[in-house]
């Protein structure tokens, strides 16, 4: 049986990444020159610890919910699966995020591998054995 599925490469999920990254960002950014007067959240500690633990849920929460995925990744009509094509578990996503630290640590080298790896799979989606697909006609993300 052939794999129907459809891996989505690195530009539409580094424009994903983007979506997601830049609001939250914003408003850390934000926050940061009103408690201290500069942009740059890693220079106020106490904004910074929160601005990390939000990224952090973030990237690890939406991806258990029905969206299967960030809202950056919803609105361009992808999703993380498992290796069964189903939803991933808590478990799996505080896994893969933890993965991704690995990937962006090396360089952005485990990011890179998306690119040339025949699924698309960067090194935290082979650690956390999750695939990034793109979403079937009618499929809304919407529990049943």
């Known amino acids: 049986m052939e794999d129907e599925r459809k891996y989505i490469g690195f530009k539409k999920r580094f424009a994903a990444f983007v979506i997601d990254y830049v609001p939250i960002s914003i408003i850390f950014m934000t926050i940061a020159y009103n408690v201290e007067g500069t942009f740059t959240v890693e220079n106020v500690p106490e904004v910074y610890g929160f601005y990390l633990t939000a990224l952090a849920l973030y990237f690890i929460i939406f991806p258990v919910t029905p969206m299967q995925?960030?809202?950056?990744?919803?609105?361009?009509?992808?999703?993380?699966?498992?290796?069964?094509?189903?939803?991933?578990?808590?478990?799996?996503?505080?896994?893969?995020?933890?993965?991704?630290?690995?990937?962006?640590?090396?360089?952005?080298?485990?990011?890179?591998?998306?690119?040339?790896?025949?699924?698309?799979?960067?090194?935290?989606?082979?650690?956390?054995?999750?695939?990034?697909?793109?979403?079937?006609?009618?499929?809304?993300?919407?529990?049943?």
């Open 69 to 144: 995925g960030t809202p950056g990744k919803y609105i361009l009509n992808i999703k993380i699966i498992n290796h069964a094509g189903k939803r991933i578990s808590l478990i799996r996503s505080i896994g893969r995020f933890l993965a991704e630290i690995i990937s962006y640590t090396l360089l952005g080298l485990g990011y890179i591998m998306i690119a040339v790896l025949k699924r698309s799979t960067g090194l935290h989606d082979l650690l956390a054995k999750t695939y990034v697909v793109q979403r079937k006609n009618g499929e809304s993300g919407q529990s049943t």
